[in-house]
């Protein structure tokens, strides 16, 4: 798929719109940017989830805006085609809306087409204030891994009535304030297909289960290459690669066909109900 044209914010809603799925992995430098465009990934992520995959920390929180900068622009050389997003780290947006976007424009310089930011409520001023000055935005709810010591741990979110329509409240609150589109993270896979069909762009899930508008996985994790320590939804997409010149990619096109044609996630096996 090295022949594909870049793709732009507009094609990813047109995809969304005609029905195709969206395919997303993370991805931290240039070679494997290249081999994941190449494979037909539609969204590159580099995810401040670098900090416990390259890094070896415990969680996302000590990663910086330098750290996330320099992976990005090295993200940014390898690929051709895929959207390019960059996750704002802990604490380079929460104390106030000139510090947001100070750290989007740098993540921008870098190379980015989009910044991720975590969480509901006091984020939606601050993605309008992106938007407003020409910085797209991803939102991510449910399981906001930088606010993993306040939600008590790795634990599915939105479980019970009132939890899942704040939830909702929220995700059409970033809609309306610009945001284009949103990550679902540790949720029901009944929740996740609610939020889809109440706002009107693409939800891209990670064991949320199969009605969201795509899916996304740590690269690391469907590789097989963090070992038992993985989320029951990864499913591991190397395992049963037969003998290839390029066994990585080969995975990688397999995730990619899996994420179109609805086969991954299984809606018991890799969602929450």
């Known amino acids: 798929m090295s022949d594909r044209k870049p793709l732009t914010l507009h094609r990813l809603r047109a995809m969304h719109a005609a029905g ?11 070679a494997f ?4 465009d190449a494979a037909g990934v539609d969204i590159l992520l580099v995810g401040d989830s670098l900090g416990m995959v390259l890094q070896g920390r415990d969680s996302t929180l000590p990663v910086t805006v330098p750290e996330m900068a320099y992976h990005t622009a090295c993200v940014a050389r390898g690929r051709r085609s895929a959207w390019l997003v960059a996750d704002l780290p802990f604490g380079s947006y929460q104390q106030s809306t000139a510090q947001a976007i100070e750290s989007a ?9 989009m910044v ?25 709810l449910g399981l906001t891994p930088q606010s993993v010591h306040a939600l008590g741990g790795w634990r ?15 995700a059409q609150a970033l809609a309306e304030a610009g945001a284009a589109m949103m990550v679902l993270e540790l949720v029901p896979s009944a929740l996740a297909a609610r939020v889809q069909q109440a706002v009107n762009i693409p939800m891209i899930g990670i064991g949320a289960g199969p009605g969201t508008a795509g899916q996304v ?7 097989g290459l963090n070992g038992q320590n ?3 939804f990864v499913r591991n997409f190397i395992a049963d690669v037969g003998p290839t010149d390029n066994p990585v990619q080969e995975a990688v096109r397999r995730y990619v066909a899996a994420v179109k044609d609805g086969s991954f996630p299984d809606a018991v096996l890799h969602g929450y109900q």
């Open 33 to 36: 940017a290249g081999v994941l």
């Open 217 to 223: 996985l740590v690269l690391h994790d469907m590789l």
């Open 156 to 170: 599915v979110q939105g479980r019970d009535e009132a939890a899942a329509a704040q939830l909702l409240a929220d």
């Open 20 to 30: 195709e799925k969206l395919a997303m992995l993370t991805c931290y430098d240039a």
């Open 230 to 232: 993985v989320p029951r």
């Open 105 to 113: 424009v740098a993540l921008m310089q870098a190379g980015a087409q």
């Open 116 to 140: 991720k930011l975590e969480g509901g409520g006091w984020t939606v001023p601050v993605v309008a204030a992106l938007v407003e000055r020409g910085i797209p935005v991803c939102a991510h």
